[in-house]
């Protein structure tokens, strides 16, 4: 059985920063994805930036020069920096991991980033 375990969260002043971490244990295939999703109170799910094992990734255009995602593949861990944070930013955070070919797909239980004043 995969499991995720995301630290991090926290609330934050605007323009601040946070580093979001998900460590992923159990059987990984190397081939997989993994990255962070985000859920405002009433509004979807929504992704963030996801990343490859082989490196490639995609963002948000509402995050694109602000948040850097990063991982350790060895760790079977991601990373979400986050800087110049904005109040619109506020939300649960979610970490995914995707595998191939088998598109078996794990979720973490979420940490809350609140950015206010």
């Known amino acids: 059985q995969v499991q995720l375990v995301e630290s991090g969260g926290g609330l934050v002043q605007p323009g601040g920063s946070l580093r979001l971490s998900c460590a992923a244990s159990?059987?990984?295939?190397?081939?997989?994805?993994m990255g962070w999703y985000r859920q405002a109170p009433g509004k979807m799910r929504e992704l963030v930036a996801t990343?490859?094992?082989?490196?490639?990734?995609n963002y948000a255009g509402s995050v694109k020069g602000r948040f850097t995602i990063s991982r350790d593949n060895a760790k079977n861990t991601v990373f979400l920096q986050m800087n110049s944070l904005k109040p619109e930013d506020t939300a649960v955070y979610y970490c995914?991991?995707?595998?191939?070919?088998?598109?078996?797909?794990?979720w973490g239980q979420g940490t809350q980033v609140t950015v206010s004043s």
């Open positions: 990343m490859t094992n082989g490196g490639n990734t």
């Open positions: 159990g059987s990984i295939f190397s081939l997989n994805v």
């Open positions: 995914k991991l995707y595998m191939m070919p088998s598109a078996q797909e794990y």
